[in-house]
């Protein structure tokens, strides 16, 4: 049976070679908001609205 490192143990060097902690936070935060804009065009698409239907029940200019 192969056996795995606990993260708990591997972390420090993960993140180190990531460029630190203030990188995977920034990181972290890019993944986040694009997960999220991909659910928003993803429940655009459902309710078969386009952009422009989105912009202008916003009334944006």
Avoid: C, H
């Avoid at 795995?4 to 460029?19: H, I, L, Q, T």
């Avoid at 936070?25 to 659910?39: M, P, Q, S, T």
């Amino acid at each position: 049976m192969t056996s795995f490192p606990k993260w708990s143990d591997v972390r420090a060097e993960v993140v180190a070679g990531a460029g630190g902690e203030e990188r995977v936070d920034e990181a972290r935060k890019r993944n986040r908001a694009y997960i999220g804009a991909y659910r928003l065009a993803e429940r655009r698409q459902s309710l078969g609205l386009s952009q422009n239907d989105v912009a202008d029940r916003m009334q944006v200019p």
